[in-house]
């Protein structure tokens, strides 16, 4: 391991266009065994076949960071609890299901964190504000679920478990590096209700079923459903309006050309699934993190989706792709957190094609996000800025697929699909970084 980076060089680094990591990454507890690392081109590439698929469940076992220890239990905090804890600030956001995998290697971190974690292994994730002028109120709390320290770098894999928000006043306190203690209230979430709820006899509900999480449901019984609704003043279609079911279907439908499989049907975790990977702006995802409820996260997402947009280079403004060329190559879906030895946690999203790109350096498979893929650099064709990374293997089905880091390029959205957008977007946030109006 060459010199520690400490967090504030990783940060440093996020803010330097040029930044681009290392060509052969060092101290990779993955090292190659039988396969040639060294001639796979793109050129040289077999064509696609059957055998081999890629097993989607490696990439959440992080399994670069080597064999880590167990932590087990969790506190499921009370809903509105208050409660002083650890936070850590990166510049990525984590919602409540998915994974965090975090390498913690400045001798002041690792000598803070394992005493806070051994009394309770919860911290709170927090993330820059849509300004990138400070910290964003809301964070999600993280359950460490495995851990090791070995050679005074500190593995920790996370997962996301409960919104949460910044007591209005509260003092944070600087710890070190990316080390804050902050005072937070747990937000509730809310359970699934329709609008029609309690208002038909419990000795009816058995029978004609009006309401239901399932949208085919809903719609078998639609008759009934109709006559319930003749006694309210308000149209039959409000209310159907209102029904998370409606937006799991929307939403559903417009993703179905995606990866259909790994798409969680459930409302709440839906709306999880869709801001961890829909490509969204950053103020977009933290607009989402905001709201309350499935519906209204849902609801949001739908008008989010409705709108066009592509990948560009984050410093030049050239176009690298566009969400239609997202896959998921994880069980997590299409854009997880990665870290590499150094510690900096790249946000990466996986495509199939990518275009106006060059490559640099040779492929190499040390500390391989993908087991039995080998990496090599991706840059911007016209500015050489960092975008992420090819990955290739002779063996494994895709032969070829592109990691894009989250930092390396900006969501552009070309064009805004109703007026109803609008209200959405006067309400409360603006659009300032990533919104370019044609
Ligand atoms: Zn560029």
């Not at 478990?161 to 209230?185: A, D, F, M, W």
């Not at 008008?303 to 066009?308: A, F, T």
């Not at 984050?314 to 069980?331: E, L, R, Y």
């Not at 150094?342 to 350096?361: D, I, R, S």
């Amino acid at each position: 391991m060459s010199e520690p980076e400490n967090w504030a060089n990783a940060d440093d680094e996020e803010n330097d266009p040029d930044y681009v990591p290392p060509a052969e990454m060092e101290n990779g507890h993955i090292t190659s065994d039988s396969e040639d690392e060294t001639n796979t081109s793109e050129e040289e590439l077999p064509p696609v076949s059957q055998e081999g698929d890629f097993d989607t469940d490696l990439p959440t076992a992080h399994r670069y960071l080597g064999k880590l220890d167990n932590v087990r239990g969790y506190t499921l905090y009370d809903d509105g609890q208050v409660i002083n804890i650890l936070a850590i600030y990166t510049a990525t956001m984590v919602f409540p299901g998915f994974t965090l995998p975090l390498v913690i290697n400045t001798f002041m971190e690792t000598s803070i964190l394992p005493e806070f974690l051994e009394k309770n292994n919860v911290f709170v994730l927090l993330c820059a504000n849509s300004t990138f002028n400070g910290i964003f109120n809301y964070g999600v709390t993280m359950e460490v679920f495995e851990t090791q320290q070995r050679d005074n770098v500190l593995s920790i894999k996370a997962r996301g478990r409960q919104r949460c928000k910044i007591v209005p006043g509260s003092e944070i306190k600087n710890l070190t590096g990316r080390l804050k203690h902050v005072t937070v209230q747990i937000i509730a979430e809310p359970e699934i209700s329709t609008p029609l709820c309690d208002t038909q006899m419990i000795s009816l509900k058995q029978k004609r079923l009006f309401t239901s999480t399932l949208y085919g449901d809903l719609m078998k019984n639609y008759k009934y459903r109709r006559y319930h609704m003749a006694q309210f003043p308000i149209s039959s279609w409000v209310y159907d309006k209102n029904e998370i079911s409606y937006y799991v279907k929307l939403i559903l439908e417009c993703l179905a050309h995606y990866v259909g499989e790994y798409i969680p049907e459930d409302p709440i975790k839906l709306s999880y699934w869709f801001v961890q990977n829909y490509q969204l702006s950053h103020e977009e995802r933290l607009h989402i993190l905001k709201l309350n409820s499935g519906l209204e996260r849902l609801k949001l997402e739908y008008k989010y989706l409705k709108l066009e947009r592509s990948m560009c280079c984050n410093s030049c403004g050239i176009q690298i792709t566009d969400p239609s060329k997202v896959f998921a190559m994880s069980k997590d879906g299409i854009q997880s957190n990665y870290v590499n030895p150094g510690g900096h946690v790249y946000e990466t999203v996986t495509v199939m094609t990518a275009q106006n790109f060059k490559l640099e350096g040779q492929p190499s498979r040390q500390f391989s996000w993908f087991p039995g893929y080998a990496w090599t650099i991706m840059q911007c064709k016209s500015c050489a800025n960092h975008l992420g990374w090819q990955f290739t293997s002779n063996t494994l089905r895709p032969r070829c697929f592109y990691g894009l880091a989250k930092i390396g390029f900006k969501v552009v959205i070309h064009k805004k699909a109703s007026s109803e957008f609008e209200f959405y977007q006067s309400r409360s946030t603006t659009f300032a970084s990533d919104y370019i109006p044609v």
